[in-house]
C-alpha cells in the first residue's frame, strides 16, 4: 500500500453538514476498497489566490490515508464526478507518519468541535439572518487554529512553512510600491 494526502478544496455554497457527509462518503469508499484513513485535517473556509468557477473562496481539507493506486484512481474519478469540489491535489506522501493515537484523538475533538460551531451557527443564521458575520468568521477560525496547533506539534516545519509562504506574498507586493513610486519621483526632479 502507499500512503496519499490528498487536499480539498469544496465549494463555499455547500453547506457544512453537505461537505461533512462528502467527506465521510470519501472515508468510507477508501476503506470499503482496502484502504485506512490516517487524518482528515479541516482547515475551513479560506479565500483562493483566484476565481475558480468564479469562486473566490473554498471549505479546505486534507486527508492522509494508505490505499492501492486503484483506490487513488477511483478516488479521483469520483472528485471528478462531484459538483461540489472545485479543485483537489493528490500526492504520495510515504515520508509522512500516521498520528499517534493521542493525536487522532486531538483531531477527532476538534472535527466534533468544528460541526458543533457549524450546527449552532446554521441555527443562529435561520434565526438571524445575516446577523453576526464577523462573529462567524472568527469561530472558523478558532478550530483551524486548533488543527494548526495540533500539526504543528506533529510538524513544525510544515506548521511554520505554511504562514511563511503566505506572508511572502503579502509582503512583496508592499516593498515594490514604493519602489515604483520613488523613480518617477526621482525623474521630475531631474526636469
Do not use: C
Request: glycine share 6%; net charge negative; proline share 6%.
Amino acid at each position: 500500500m502507499r500512503r496519499y494526502e490528498m487536499a480539498l478544496v469544496a465549494a463555499p455554497t455547500l453547506s457544512e453538514e453537505e461537505h461533512d457527509r462528502l467527506i465521510t462518503q470519501f472515508e468510507e469508499m477508501i476503506s470499503e476498497m482496502g484502504g485506512v484513513v490516517h487524518k482528515v485535517e479541516r482547515w475551513g473556509r479560506r479565500k483562493l489566490a483566484y476565481p475558480i468557477r468564479k469562486f473566490t473562496e473554498g471549505n479546505y481539507t486534507i486527508l492522509l490515508y494508505d490505499a492501492e493506486p486503484e483506490v487513488e484512481q477511483e478516488f479521483l474519478r469520483r472528485l471528478r464526478l462531484s459538483d461540489g469540489f472545485i479543485r483537489w491535489l493528490s500526492v504520495r506522501a510515504d515520508h509522512q507518519k500516521p498520528p499517534t493515537p493521542e493525536e487522532k484523538a486531538a483531531l477527532e475533538e476538534a472535527r466534533r468541535e468544528y460541526l458543533r460551531r457549524a450546527a449552532e451557527r446554521a441555527t443562529r443564521g435561520e434565526e438571524g439572518e445575516g446577523e453576526g458575520s464577523a462573529a462567524d468568521a472568527g469561530q472558523e477560525a478558532a478550530p483551524a487554529a486548533e488543527a494548526e496547533g495540533t500539526a504543528a506539534e506533529t510538524a513544525p516545519e510544515a506548521a511554520t512553512e505554511a504562514p511563511a509562504s503566505g506572508q511572502e506574498t503579502a509582503e512583496e507586493p508592499a516593498a515594490e510600491a514604493p519602489a515604483a513610486e520613488e523613480a518617477p519621483a526621482a525623474e521630475e526632479d531631474k526636469e
